[in-house]
């Protein structure tokens, strides 16, 4: 299973980008789908989550700024990201627990970031 990030950029301040995450190999079902970032020089955080049945939950600083969403029949997951602010600046993840059979387990899955630049 291998999932793509893509859609990063720079752009400035109160601009918008729209980030997909396409996941491909051998897959039956996506259950969980996220969104994590890391700005420079800290540590991951999570951005925001969606079940398959489309229950979201994002993180407080966002300030119903961004939205996740995903569509199941083509196995992509998006981040649909508003009125940026220079504290949105890092590396991006899209992040997937994937089930290749029916009865196996999920697979936590990671997609390599993509870079997501805001100057003010």
Do not use: H
Request: hydrophobic share 30%.
């Amino acid at each position: 299973v291998q999932l793509q990030a893509s859609g990063g950029g720079s752009v400035q301040a109160g601009g918008s980008l729209r980030l997909s995450c396409a996941a491909s190999g051998s897959i039956f079902r996506i259950d969980r789908m996220a969104w994590y970032r890391q700005p420079p020089g800290n540590q991951r955080e999570l951005v925001a989550t969606i079940t398959r049945g489309g229950s979201t939950n994002y993180a407080d600083f966002l300030e119903g700024r961004f939205t996740i969403s995903r569509d199941d029949a083509r196995n992509v997951g998006f981040l649909q990201m508003n009125s940026l602010k220079p504290e949105d600046t890092g590396v991006y993840y899209c992040n997937a627990d994937v089930k290749q059979r029916v009865y196996g387990p999920s697979l936590d899955s990671w997609g390599k970031g993509t870079q997501v630049t805001v100057s003010s």
